[in-house]
């Protein structure tokens, strides 16, 4: 028989040490949902203390090679990571800025960087006309492309001096009918072919911007657009022109004396103005102007370079309109004292010749010459004779266009065409609607070249039409049709029966028309993506949305945007213009903007939550750690004072399409492109927006001196109130931008683009 006995103690404490443990086991599991979120915590805070000094080394390299560096400069750096991983984000993030030519005025903008067609503005202060958008090209990837007319001639092209070049070779290709052959130019160099309509279309796709010329027969001129045209005149001082094989003689004018040096690869020189009178003078304009007048000859094509010491027009006239006897080819279209074609105040060169005066309104209207008025019926013209001796303002009443011809054979001849006749010329002609070299409305004399001087007919006139934009529906008083961007442009010839104006207004989109009449001609073919431009007329009050000319990409993949941007599709970096009504001035340049994207090097990791980062790109260093809070660490760059001057050098920093990315060790390799000056000007107020998660925070900081202010805690959001502080001022605390505060006084403003390269290897140097 068994006998068994329990032992009450020995169970009791058996059943106290599985108590004590499982009371152990919950503490320490207390303990460590405790201590783990903090463990997390201080490997995020290890993992921002890694990247940040080597996410602001970067930053400081970028910004050096941006504002110091010449083209061909690099810096190499090698990045560690801890546990995170690097990434490149090319779409999310980019600036803007901004600037007013007006007192009393401000520019501002939203979603100008969303990828799509549509963004808003808003400028009360003024009656707004019309907003002209260009490509900046702002990375080196964003080709330049050059659509040639479909008219006979031949072309020359050379690369535009920048503030620093591209070094070495510049590498394009020509496409003629669908098929491209690439070619190598020096910087110096003029390239020469000839186009005609029997091979295609013709295109001109190229690395850095160039200056494009097309000639014909034998003889021409035109107005040379500046390297950096001046807002607000479109004037300049500096000048790049590929010369063709011939005898060319350089006419400058200008509201103040100056000097200028020219330079071609054979030969050089320099000269001084000499002033000449002018009569009906509008206020605030000089009674005297200064000209200079020069010639080169050229045995094959050069490349003229050349600069004046004060703000300038050109006019280039060759071969038989050398000599300005009133009987040769060339005709210009004429800018107004504020940098457009349609206005009220013209003064036109300084050049024996006549000029066309056309009337697009319906109303009829009147143009004072020399304190005598002349009659101008509803969308019609009058020609008269121009000589230097009697040189005058020209006031319209209201708006008007005017071209100056070489030709003056045919002024005052009754017969059919005399009007518009000349023995040839080629010429864009700037749309009535716009002032500009694209819009919505045209109305002029159509020009005519068949016969002679006394018993002129139409003769062979051409109409070659480009779409502004991704299409463009147009229709005239006798034809319709519609131009797509990706389809070939279309020309056609006036009808021999055609007399007087000729109208042509798009219901959609935009257009450029070349006007090609006779054998002989010149102008410059304007880049694709320059002065595409659109119609407003009204007064924005408050925001309003304006159409894109460009495709929107903003649901495509980021491979595809990229290859958009290197054909035009849409912009890389934006120059926007706005012109409107100032006082009797139609097309006044009142604002002026640029907007840039800019790709962003990431770095992410994880602390107690998930997809943290420290970022950088544009100079500026930030990060979301701790808790998705937005915190600048390094500020956007920019340059401040002495008194009311501001300069800017943005980075724009594209990562080669070879980069690699991941968790590993990484050599950088940064280089600049190209810096590009995009604008030096004195201006009434200067804006900087920035767009995507960081914005808010940004201007904020890039505001934080402000506080200081007495006037400002005084008066807070009162910028008129603000006497005590020169610097940024975010007005809001909830808007993503900031407005550079002076006194009232004008903001001597300087902004330049740094295109870079970034190329990532994995596994740096040791």
Same mark, same amino acid.
């Given at each position: 028989?068994?006998?068994?006995?329990?032992?009450?103690?020995?169970?009791?404490?058996?059943?106290?040490?599985?108590?004590?443990?499982?009371?152990?086991?919950?503490?320490?599991?207390?303990?460590?949902?405790?201590?783990?979120?903090?463990?997390?915590?201080?490997?995020?805070?290890?993992?921002?203390?890694?990247?940040?000094?080597?996410?602001?080394?970067?930053?400081?390299?970028?910004?050096?090679?941006?504002?110091?560096?010449?083209?061909?400069?690099?810096?190499?750096?090698?990045?560690?990571?801890?546990?995170?991983?690097?990434?490149?984000?090319?779409?999310?993030?980019?600036?803007?800025?901004?600037?007013?030519?007006?007192?009393?005025?401000?520019?501002?903008?939203?979603?100008?960087?969303?990828?799509?067609?549509?963004?808003?503005?808003?400028?009360?202060?003024?009656?707004?006309?019309?907003?002209?958008?260009?490509?900046?090209?702002?990375?080196?990837?964003?080709?330049?492309?050059?659509?040639?007319?479909?008219?006979?001639?031949?072309?020359?092209?050379?690369?535009?001096?920048?503030?620093?070049?591209?070094?070495?070779?510049?590498?394009?290709?020509?496409?003629?009918?669908?098929?491209?052959?690439?070619?190598?130019?020096?910087?110096?160099?003029?390239?020469?072919?000839?186009?005609?309509?029997?091979?295609?279309?013709?295109?001109?796709?190229?690395?850095?911007?160039?200056?494009?010329?097309?000639?014909?027969?034998?003889?021409?001129?035109?107005?040379?657009?500046?390297? $950096?045209?001046?807002? !607000? +005149?479109?004037?300049?001082? #500096?000048?790049?022109?590929?010369? /063709?094989?011939?005898?060319?003689? %350089? *006419?400058?004018?200008?509201?103040?004396?100056?000097?200028?040096?020219?330079?071609?690869?054979? $030969?050089?020189?320099? !000269? +001084?103005?000499?002033?000449? #009178?002018?009569?009906?003078?509008? /206020?605030?304009?000089?009674?005297? %102007? *200064?000209?200079?007048?020069?010639?080169?000859?050229?045995?094959?094509?050069?490349?003229?370079?050349?600069?004046?010491?004060?703000?300038?027009?050109?006019?280039?006239?060759?071969?038989?309109?050398?000599?300005?006897?009133?009987?040769?080819?060339?005709?210009?279209?004429?800018?107004?004292?504020?940098?457009?074609?349609?206005?009220?105040?013209?003064?036109?060169?300084?050049?024996?010749?006549?000029?066309?005066?056309?009337?697009?309104?319906?109303?009829?209207?009147?143009?004072?010459?020399?304190?005598?008025?002349?009659?101008?019926?509803?969308?019609?013209?009058?020609?008269?004779?121009?000589?230097?001796?009697?040189?005058?303002?020209?006031?319209?009443?209201?708006?008007?266009?005017?071209?100056?011809?070489?030709?003056?054979?045919?002024?005052?001849?009754?017969?059919?065409?005399?009007?518009g006749w000349r023995p040839g010329s080629l010429a864009l002609m700037p749309a009535s609607d716009t002032g500009r070299m694209s819009g919505g409305d045209w109305n002029f004399q159509v020009p005519a070249s068949g016969g002679d001087s006394e018993t002129p007919t139409m003769g062979a006139t051409q109409v070659a039409l480009q779409s502004a934009g991704p299409s463009a529906s147009w229709f005239t008083s006798s034809m319709s049709g519609q131009i797509d961007h990706s389809n070939p442009a279309t020309a056609y010839q006036v009808n021999g029966s055609h007399t007087g104006h000729w109208s042509m207004e798009t219901s959609e989109g935009a257009l450029r028309i070349y006007v090609a009449t006779g054998d002989d001609g010149a102008t410059e073919i304007i880049e694709d993506g320059a002065e595409r431009c659109v119609n407003?007329?009204?007064?924005?009050?408050?925001?309003?949305?304006?159409?894109?000319?460009?495709?929107?990409?903003?649901?495509?993949?980021?491979?595809?945007?990229?290859?958009?941007?290197?054909?035009?599709?849409?912009?890389?970096?934006?120059?926007?213009?706005?012109?409107?009504?100032?006082?009797?001035?139609?097309?006044?340049?009142?604002?002026?903007?640029?907007?840039?994207?800019?790709?962003?090097?990431?770095?992410?990791?994880?602390?107690?939550?998930?997809?943290?980062?420290?970022?950088?790109?544009?100079?500026?260093?930030?990060?979301?750690?701790?808790?998705?809070?937005?915190?600048?660490?390094?500020?956007?760059?920019?340059?401040?004072?002495?008194?009311?001057?501001?300069?800017?050098?943005?980075?724009?920093?594209?990562?080669?399409?070879?980069?690699?990315?991941?968790?590993?060790?990484?050599?950088?390799?940064?280089?600049?492109?190209?810096?590009?000056?995009?604008?030096?000007?004195?201006?009434?107020?200067?804006?900087?927006?920035?767009?995507?998660?960081?914005?808010?925070?940004?201007?904020?900081?890039?505001?934080?001196?402000?506080?200081?202010?007495?006037?400002?805690?005084?008066?807070?959001?009162?910028?008129?109130?603000?006497?005590?502080?020169?610097?940024?001022?975010?007005?809001?605390?909830?808007?993503?931008?900031?407005?550079?505060?002076?006194?009232?006084?004008?903001?001597?403003?300087?902004?330049?683009?740094?295109?870079?390269?970034?190329?990532?290897?994995?596994?740096?140097?040791?």
């Open positions: 028989m068994i006998r068994r006995e329990r032992d009450e103690e020995a169970v009791s404490a058996a059943i106290a040490t599985v108590l004590l443990f499982a009371g152990v086991i919950s503490i320490i599991s207390g303990m460590m949902v405790t201590v783990i979120p903090v463990i997390d915590e201080l490997h995020g805070a290890v993992e921002r203390e890694n990247m940040v000094g080597q996410m602001d080394d970067y930053a400081v390299e970028t910004s050096r090679l941006s504002e110091s560096g010449t083209p061909g400069d690099a810096a190499t750096m090698n990045i560690r990571p801890h546990t995170g991983t690097l990434s490149w984000e090319l779409l999310q993030g980019g600036t803007w800025y901004s600037a007013t030519h007006q007192p009393d005025s401000s520019f501002r903008l939203e979603g100008v960087l969303d990828l799509d067609e549509n963004m808003r503005l808003r400028h009360a202060e003024h009656h707004i006309e019309s907003i002209c958008a260009t490509d900046l090209h702002a990375s080196a990837e964003s080709l330049h492309h050059y659509r040639i007319p479909m008219l006979n001639g031949t072309i020359t092209s050379t690369p535009i001096n920048a503030l620093t070049t591209l070094l070495g070779s510049n590498q394009f290709s020509i496409e003629q009918n669908g098929e491209s052959t690439h070619f190598t130019m020096q910087t110096d160099e003029v390239w020469t072919t000839e186009v005609q309509t029997t091979q295609g279309e013709s295109w001109i796709h190229s690395e850095m911007p160039q200056r494009v010329v097309m000639w014909r027969g034998n003889g021409g001129a035109f107005l040379a657009t500046p390297d $950096q045209p001046i807002p !607000g +005149t479109e004037e300049g001082r #500096s000048w790049t022109i590929p010369l /063709t094989p011939n005898s060319h003689a %350089i *006419h400058i004018e200008a509201d103040s004396p100056f000097t200028l040096e020219w330079k071609t690869d054979s $030969q050089s020189g320099s !000269g +001084t103005s000499s002033s000449i #009178s002018v009569s009906q003078t509008p /206020t605030a304009e000089q009674e005297q %102007i *200064h000209i200079w007048e020069g010639e080169i000859q050229t045995s094959q094509a050069e490349k003229l370079t050349l600069r004046t010491s004060a703000n300038a027009r050109l006019i280039l006239h060759w071969g038989d309109a050398l000599e300005l006897d009133g009987s040769g080819p060339g005709a210009i279209p004429w800018l107004d004292r504020g940098g457009a074609a349609t206005g009220v105040h013209f003064r036109p060169p300084a050049m024996d010749g006549s000029i066309l005066i056309h009337n697009p309104n319906v109303d009829a209207t009147t143009a004072k010459i020399n304190d005598l008025f002349h009659s101008i019926g509803s969308q019609s013209s009058i020609r008269l004779p121009w000589n230097v001796n009697s040189m005058s303002w020209i006031e319209g009443s209201d708006p008007i266009q005017v071209e100056w011809l070489l030709d003056a054979q045919t002024v005052g001849e009754t017969a059919a065409h005399s009007t407003i007329d009204l007064r924005a009050s408050g925001w309003i949305d304006i159409g894109l000319p460009w495709d929107s990409v903003s649901n495509w993949k980021d491979g595809e945007i990229r290859n958009a941007w290197k054909d035009g599709s849409h912009f890389f970096g934006v120059k926007l213009t706005l012109r409107g009504v100032v006082g009797d001035e139609p097309h006044v340049t009142i604002g002026s903007a640029w907007a840039l994207h800019l790709p962003r090097l990431t770095y992410t990791f994880d602390s107690s939550v998930t997809d943290l980062q420290i970022l950088t790109h544009g100079g500026f260093v930030g990060t979301n750690h701790p808790e998705f809070r937005a915190d600048v660490l390094v500020s956007p760059p920019s340059r401040e004072g002495p008194g009311p001057r501001l300069a800017a050098t943005v980075p724009v920093t594209m990562p080669t399409e070879n980069s690699e990315t991941g968790n590993s060790e990484q050599e950088l390799t940064l280089t600049l492109d190209v810096r590009d000056q995009v604008a030096t000007m004195s201006t009434y107020e200067v804006r900087r927006g920035w767009s995507g998660p960081y914005a808010i925070a940004i201007a904020a900081e890039s505001s934080a001196e402000v506080e200081f202010s007495s006037d400002w805690l005084a008066f807070p959001g009162q910028l008129d109130m603000l006497n005590d502080y020169v610097g940024w001022v975010q007005t809001s605390p909830t808007i993503p931008e900031v407005v550079y505060h002076a006194g009232g006084q004008s903001v001597l403003f300087n902004l330049q683009v740094a295109s870079l390269t970034c190329h990532a290897e994995s596994g740096g140097a040791s």
